[in-house]
Each structure stands twice: as structure tokens, then as C-alpha cells.
């Protein structure tokens, strides 16, 4: 079946460490997402890529770097300059066809604390 | 600038009523609008969009929303709420032909259905 897988389920970090979570897609989506969830807040972009090897920052991504090497590939790393990592995040795909795609498909998240 | 607005934290309805889950949005243009559902723990799940044509529009899961261009408002709809539907609700909103510029979400709105 096709869809996104989130490495790991659960993360802690110590401080001070860079940490990086993974997501992989196999639905040959152009377009890949990470989002932060904190209670309250919603959704909140922290980086996306429609391409290979080009990426944008979104509203928070102070203390977060990217790479796509690879079009299924999205790792996002959380350095030890973020100050409050502890969150759920949300990586997400969508095919670059415009209006009538189904918008995003989600991964099923990575929980990050910091111990 | 897109945004969204969702006014209630949390919405409380009996089983077997029926349920309202708000929105409000807005956006240069046309809004291509989207509901996701989220359970404990998990990615987000689509449940439905809007881009043209009629404005009630029908998802998964027997739910449906009402896009009203006036009042720049997509709400969520159930005729008959179940205890499963429980979960936290995101609406969220592009402007049509904005390429493929990422989807901004609401804060999400906790439903609770009571048995």
C-alpha cells in the first residue's frame, strides 16, 4: 500500500543535541510538508519542498533544517538552537496536480520530547 | 495572507444529534477548502474539500459542509453524531490557483460526542 512512514514513533532528545526525524513517501508526490502540532496552536509549516534538492522555509522554522535529495525522501532536523522542540510532527505529501488533488496525506507523526 | 479561523475549542453534542464543527476563512481570490479529522496520536485524515460547483459538499464518514461565499464560511456537518466520531477537527484553506502554495489550517476544534 502506498502512503508515508514516520520514523520514529517517539523521540527523546537531550539538550543540546540535534536530533532528526525521518519521512518517506512511496505515492510519488512532488510536494512534501512538515508540520509542528502543539496543543491549541493547531498546525503550524516549519519547511516545504515541491522539488528535489529546493526547499522553502514556512512561519517557525527557526531551529529546524531540511534536505530532499531524494524525491521521496524529507528528514527534518531539530538543532540544538530550537528551544522548545518538545512537540508532534507532521510530515505530509500531495501530488503537484492543482485543484482536484485530495490535498495532503499525513504521516502518522513523530512525538519529540525533550529530556 | 490565507488564514482560517475556527471559534470553538471545543464543541459538545449527544449521540444521535446532530453537529455543527465552524469555520471561517480567508483568502485572496477562490478558496480551495478542506476538513481533516484527527484520533489520538495519528496524522490527519481528509475528509472532504470544496474547490467549485454546489455548495454542500459530501465527505467520509456521512459528513458534509456548507461553503457560503458571503460569509466566507465552510462549517462542518453530521445529521446524527456517533460516540466514534469523536476526534479533533482541522479546517484549512489555499487560495485556488495559488500554485502549489501550502495549506494553512485552523487551530482545530475538539468534537465531543457524548453517549
Known amino acids: 500500500d502506498g502512503g508515508i512512514t514516520q520514523s520514529p514513533k517517539y523521540l527523546f532528545r537531550k539538550e543540546g543535541q540535534n536530533v532528526t526525524l525521518s519521512c518517506e513517501q512511496n505515492l510519488n508526490h512532488d510536494a512534501m510538508y512538515w508540520y509542528r502540532q502543539d496543543p491549541g496552536q493547531g498546525l503550524r509549516l516549519i519547511y516545504y519542498s515541491q522539488i528535489v534538492n529546493d526547499f522553502q522555509k514556512g512561519d517557525i522554522a527557526e531551529g529546524y533544517s531540511v534536505s530532499r535529495e531524494k524525491k521521496e525522501s524529507f528528514p527534518l532536523t531539530v538543532t540544538s538552537a530550537q528551544k522548545n522542540p518538545t512537540a508532534f510532527y507532521l510530515c505530509?505529501?500531495?501530488?503537484?496536480?492543482?485543484?482536484?488533488?485530495?490535498?495532503?496525506?499525513f504521516g502518522a507523526g513523530t512525538r519529540l520530547t525533550v529530556v | 495572507a490565507q488564514s482560517v479561523a475556527q471559534p470553538e475549542d471545543q464543541v459538545n453534542v449527544a449521540e444521535g444529534n446532530p453537529l455543527t464543527v465552524k469555520c471561517t476563512y480567508s483568502?485572496?481570490?477562490?478558496?480551495?477548502l478542506f476538513w481533516y479529522v484527527q484520533y489520538p496520536n495519528r496524522g490527519l485524515q481528509f475528509l472532504l474539500k470544496y474547490i467549485t460547483g454546489d455548495n454542500l459538499v459530501k465527505g467520509s464518514y456521512g459528513f458534509e459542509a456548507e461553503f457560503n461565499k458571503s460569509q466566507t464560511s465552510f462549517h462542518l456537518k453530521k445529521p446524527s453524531a456517533l460516540v466514534s466520531d469523536s476526534a479533533l477537527y482541522f479546517c484549512?484553506?489555499?487560495?485556488?490557483?495559488?500554485?502549489?502554495?501550502?495549506?494553512?489550517f485552523g487551530k482545530g476544534t475538539r468534537l465531543s460526542v457524548i453517549a
Open positions: 483568502v485572496s481570490g477562490n478558496p480551495y
Open positions: 484549512a484553506v489555499r487560495a485556488l490557483n495559488s500554485g502549489n502554495t501550502p495549506l494553512v
Open positions: 505530509a505529501s500531495t501530488p503537484l496536480t492543482g485543484p482536484g488533488d485530495d490535498g495532503y496525506t
